[in-house]
T-cell receptor, first 112, second 112 residues
Framework: DTAVSQTPKYLVTQMGNDKSIKCEQNLGHDTMYWYKQDSKKFLKIMFSYNNKELIINETVPNRFSPKSPDKAHLNLHINSLELGDSAVYFC???????????FGQGTRLTVV | GENVEQHPSTLSVQEGDSAVIKCTYSDSASNYFPWYKQELGKRPQLIIDIRSNVGEKKDQRIAVTLNKTAKHFSLHITETQPEDSAVYFCAASIGSNYKLTFGKGTLLTVNP
C-alpha cells in the first residue's frame, strides 16, 4: 500500500543514453512533482504538475521531459544523459497547495 | 523567486541536549513552512509544519516558531535521541503557486 512509488530504485547508465523513471501515487492527490537531490543533499524542484497540466518548469534542460498520462502518474524521461545528471530523483505528491508532500523512495541515477 | 537560507549545515549534540535549526526566507508572501527529516538513504518525511497565521506549534519533543516580521523560522528538538540523527530540511511556499523551496539541509548527529 505504498503511497508514492518510483521505479527503478537504482539506474546505472552510460553517457548519451536515454532513460525513464516512473512514478505513481495512490493517494488521490492532484499535484505531483519531480525533485533532484544532488550529492550535497540539496533538494531542488524540477517540475510540478496539477491535474496533468505542467505548472512549474524550473529552468531544467529540455533533455528532461516529464509526462503525466493521468493524475496518478508522472514519469520523467531524460535524453542524452550527462555525467552531471547523476543524482537522486524524487517524485512527490500533495493533495492541494500548502499541504504535506509525500515523497517516493527516490531513484539513484548514476551516469558513467 | 523565493530563497531559503538554513543554518547550521551540521550540528552535533549529546543525547538529551536540545537542538535548534534556523531558517530565513526572502519572499514575504510565503505562508507555509514545513520541516522534513531525511534519514540516510531514505525519502524526506514531514515532521512538523506551520502556517503564517500561527507563531508557534509543538508536537511532543519538536516545536517550530515563526517570526513573520523577521522572515525567520526555527525548529527546536528537545531531549534529543540517537534516532533523531538525520538531515533536516526547512522549506517555504506561497499559497498561490506549487513551488516548495527547500533550505540546503542540516545534518544533525546525536551522540549517545
Amino acid at each position: 500500500d505504498t503511497a508514492v512509488s518510483q521505479t527503478p530504485k537504482y539506474l546505472v547508465t552510460q553517457m548519451g543514453n536515454d532513460k525513464s523513471i516512473k512514478c505513481e501515487q495512490n493517494l488521490g492527490h492532484d499535484t505531483m512533482y519531480w525533485y533532484k537531490q544532488d550529492s550535497k543533499k540539496f533538494l531542488k524542484i524540477m517540475f510540478s504538475y496539477n491535474n496533468k497540466e505542467l505548472i512549474i518548469n524550473e529552468t531544467v534542460p529540455n533533455r528532461f521531459s516529464p509526462k503525466s498520462p493521468d493524475k496518478a502518474h508522472l514519469n520523467l524521461h531524460i535524453n542524452s544523459l550527462e555525467l552531471g545528471d547523476s543524482a537522486v530523483y524524487f517524485c512527490a505528491s500533495t493533495l492541494r497547495l500548502n499541504t504535506e508532500a509525500f515523497f517516493g523512495q527516490g531513484t539513484r541515477l548514476t551516469v558513467v | 523567486g523565493e530563497n531559503v537560507e538554513q543554518h547550521p549545515s551540521t550540528l552535533s549534540v549529546q543525547e538529551g541536549d536540545s537542538a535548534v535549526i534556523k531558517c530565513t526566507y526572502s519572499d514575504s508572501a510565503s505562508n507555509y513552512f514545513p520541516w522534513y527529516k531525511q534519514e540516510l538513504g531514505k525519502r524526506p518525511q514531514l515532521i512538523i509544519d506551520i502556517r503564517s497565521n500561527v507563531g508557534e506549534k509543538k508536537d511532543q519533543r519538536i516545536a517550530v516558531t515563526l517570526n513573520k516580521t523577521a522572515k525567520h523560522f526555527s525548529l527546536h528538538i528537545t531531549e534529543t535521541q540517537p534516532e533523531d540523527s538525520a538531515v533536516y530540511f526547512c522549506a517555504a511556499s506561497i499559497g498561490s503557486n506549487y513551488k516548495l523551496t527547500f533550505g540546503k539541509g542540516t545534518l544533525l548527529t546525536v551522540n549517545p
